[in-house]
């Protein structure tokens, strides 16, 4: 059986796919301000919250539990709206040896899709793939949604 997967999900949102890209390549520090979901997030390491060096404490709730780790941007692509981030340390750590979150903003006749995906390698079989990820993000998506419609 294979340690490692990939998992999406796509969610048809009111804001615009720049609205969305913006957020997440230059207010990523605004997240815990636009859902629940996200109980802090802070800069551990580095000067800008958006550069490929920095490091993110982030801490939210996963299936009913807080839950924590770290991130950094792996790569941003503008042209295509798509940015992937590295998740690891903190709770990540302890089930995965990889976890990659991608976003991609999808412009939709004046509104957009969001798609995430989630690439993973867990560390062994007796961990869960991370189905508890889409539930967050598409929910995080729809509160986060309502106010960058706002």
Partial sequence: MSLAGKISIEIGVHATAAKWFNLAAKQL???????????????HH???WHHKESIKNWTYTI??????????IESVDEANKRIT??????????KYKVFKLTL???????????????EYE?????????????????????EIDANLKA
């Fill in 29 to 43: 520090y605004h997240v815990q301000n636009l859902t629940d979901r996200v109980h802090e997030t802070k800069l």
């Fill in 85 to 94: 981030y590295k998740l690891f340390g903190g709770d990540i750590g302890h």
């Fill in 63 to 72: 299936d009913g539990k807080v839950t924590t780790c770290q991130e950094s």
């Fill in 122 to 142: 867990r560390i062994g079989e007796e961990i869960d793939p991370p189905y508890g990820y889409l539930e967050y993000l598409h929910t995080g998506s729809r």
């Fill in 46 to 48: 580095g000067q800008d």
């Fill in 104 to 118: 991609e903003a999808i412009d939709d006749r004046g509104s957009a899709i969001i798609k995430w995906s989630i």
